[in-house]
């Protein structure tokens, strides 16, 4: 368990990367926004790499609550409600997680020139992945694992289109329409 400082660091630090990008994150901008001591995120964190692993952890937290508090692990095994929790998880991210959204983004631009950061996003992509091929197994796929990784590059094309695109944020009735829409027209699921 992390201690309620390093905590607070995580979420500055979250909040700094949405806010001001990559360049933006840095140790005495962290202590400086969160009204600690000069030297505490430092302290904290030694090195801009450990600031980085430690953000992404608590990241990882975060998303595991929201896709708990989704009841994503109570999978639906129809469609009606396949579409209910994909365009929930969809329209939370876009919005009320925007933040934790864009950091997220931020993180695995940076992961792509950090090898030790990319090894744990990839970890942590593996693992977020997994509700998605039990989604697809659950609707009846013939190959979940495929059909899950489908899901996935689906949902982050919604979510980065309306983040970083040219799109707007979708409103939950749009979201529902076209994940029902994505996923009627899924072949190797049962209708």
Known sequence: ?????????????????????MRGLTHRAVDEAAALPPGSASNI???????LELTLER?????????????????????????EL????????????RRRTLARYELALEATRRPELR?????????FR???????AALGSADPETDGRRLVVYAEGVIFYA?????TDPTMDELRRDVAVFLERWPGTDA
């Open 1 to 21: 368990m992390r201690s309620p400082r390093a905590e607070l660091v995580a979420e500055t630090a979250i909040t700094l990367l949405a806010g001001r990008g």
């Open 45 to 51: 964190a030694r090195t801009r790499a450990a600031l």
């Open 59 to 83: 990241l990882n937290e975060l998303e595991e609550r929201q896709f708990a508090a989704a009841s994503i692990r109570r999978l639906p095994t129809d469609r009606e409600d396949a579409v």
């Open 86 to 97: 994909v365009a929930r998880l969809l329209h939370g991210q876009i919005t009320d997680d």
């Open 119 to 127: 090894a744990m996003y990839d970890a942590s992509g593996r693992h």
């Open 130 to 136: 997994r509700p998605a091929v039990a989604l697809m």
């Open 163 to 167: 983040l970083a695109g040219a799109g």
